[in-house]
């Protein structure tokens, strides 16, 4: 018996259609954000533990009659639109040490200087005919804010761009955090999702830090959208005189900053729990959509005179319900093995697909297209699509050995 403790080769994950146009992926295809794609490519290839299948499958079984609420989520999803393909920048950006914050001297002068200018400018313009020294300190002073906006004010500026790209998200990724935040849930893994996008925060707390308050996902990325228009008038055909004068740039990545030490290292957390809830979204959508598919057992510690694999009526999930046909298997037990044997076109490897997929969706947490399936944690492998290579010398022979010396290994 292989224990799932790897991921699913690319050779296997080719043979069963887990990836790309008519695939099991396709059939999955409900996330609508990167997050949401991203744990269901990771699910279909590592299998869960059996504690954490069992904590799916319950999750899986609350979410299928939510209708209203799975077609929610994910038009909100779709809702943040191409710019969604970025977030990883983002990510790391919110993740990243702050800069301003912790040059004490560059922060206060960028704020002092501002005051200064407005200052001197307001004197020279009703004292300076009377004293001229008036001018001469007033452009002193634009010229130490030049010389600031056109070093430190440029890297303040090419961070405040990094985010400001992402600002088309951060409305929409908010509404998505508030309605998963909003919706009552009794199974515990949906639970557990739930409170990971409300945290709770030693810098959230009173002024003393000792009364921590939840620090809620979807407020925080609303707090940060408010920032946004802010940015947008650095686009502005005048801003660098509005930047020389006020040195725009340095307040505007303080308080970017300030949102940064505050929320930034959960942006991941959060992400991560939008992502799998999506992924249990669409393992939900497709025990809705097959109501006579089955939830498999995976089992710890079989006989060893049990079958590893053991389904009833086990038909493969890609092909129609008028087409498919299903079958009772039993697969072990150790020592043994299931010999498949027919005439050409008459659904072996369609068979052996149909195994190898179910155990895939069921290690996964997903039901299975059969009416029952048990079996232990292993790990999926095959040697179905063998391919020769004249620039590698490899003949189709050959080919398909290594593949079947990799699956006897």
């Given at each position: 018996m292989f224990i799932a403790d790897s991921p699913i080769d690319p050779a296997t994950a080719a043979d069963l259609d887990l990836f790309g146009a008519a695939s099991v992926q396709?059939?999955?295809?409900?996330?609508a954000t990167p997050v949401g794609q991203a744990a269901i490519f990771a699910w279909l290839l590592q299998a869960a533990p059996p504690a954490v299948v069992t904590t799916r499958q319950e999750a899986v079984r609350e979410l299928g009659p939510q209708v209203d609420f799975r077609e929610e989520v994910g038009a909100r999803g779709r809702e943040v639109g191409p710019a969604q393909r970025h977030y990883e920048r983002f990510a790391a950006w919110a993740e990243s040490a702050p800069w301003l914050i912790t040059q004490?001297?560059?922060l206060w002068l960028a704020r002092l200087l501002?005051?200064?200018?407005?200052?001197?400018?307001?004197?020279?313009?009703?004292?300076?005919?009377?004293?001229?020294?008036?001018?001469?300190?007033l452009g002193v002073s634009l010229a130490i804010s030049v010389f600031l906006s056109l070093t430190a004010g440029r890297r303040a500026g090419e961070t405040i761009g990094q985010v400001e790209a992402q600002?088309?998200?951060?409305?929409?990724?908010?509404?998505?955090?508030?309605?998963?935040?909003?919706?009552?849930?009794?199974?515990?893994?949906?639970?557990?999702?739930q409170a990971q996008l409300a945290v709770d925060s030693p810098n959230s707390g009173d002024k003393s830090g000792a009364i921590p308050r939840?620090?809620?996902?979807?407020?925080?990325?609303?707090?940060l959208q408010r920032l946004m228009p802010f940015a947008g008038i650095r686009h502005w055909l005048l801003f660098f005189p509005i930047e020389v004068v006020t040195l725009w740039d340095f307040h505007l990545l303080w308080m970017l900053e300030r949102w940064q030490v505050r929320a930034g290292k959960y942006v991941r957390g959060w992400l991560t729990a939008l992502g799998e809830l999506e992924a249990l979204i669409a393992l939900a959508t497709l025990h809705y959509d097959h109501p006579f598919w089955?939830?498999?057992a995976v089992e710890v510690g079989q006989n060893s005179s049990s079958p590893l694999v053991e389904a009833t009526n086990l038909a493969h999930p890609l092909l129609p319900p008028a087409r498919a046909v299903?079958?009772?298997?039993?697969?072990?037990p150790s020592g043994s093995f299931l010999l498949i044997t027919g005439s050409n076109m008459s659904g072996k490897s369609t068979l052996l697909r149909a195994i190898g997929v179910n155990c895939v969706l069921a290690q996964m947490g997903a039901p299975v297209c059969g009416d029952m399936l048990r079996l232990p944690p292993l790990r999926v492998m095959s040697s179905m699509r063998v391919q020769d290579s004249l620039s590698q010398g490899v003949s189709f022979f050959m080919a398909e050995l290594r593949g079947l010396k990799t699956v006897v290994d």
């Open positions: 396709h059939l999955l295809n409900t996330p004490p001297l560059l501002p005051l200064l200018n407005l200052g001197l400018g307001i004197a020279a313009w009703f004292w300076g005919q009377e004293n001229g020294a008036l001018y001469l300190a600002q088309d998200v951060f409305a929409a990724y908010a509404d998505i955090f508030d309605h998963l935040a909003a919706q009552p849930f009794s199974a515990p893994e949906l639970r557990r999702l939840p620090l809620r996902a979807g407020l925080q990325m609303r707090r089955s939830f498999p299903g079958n009772d298997v039993k697969v072990g």
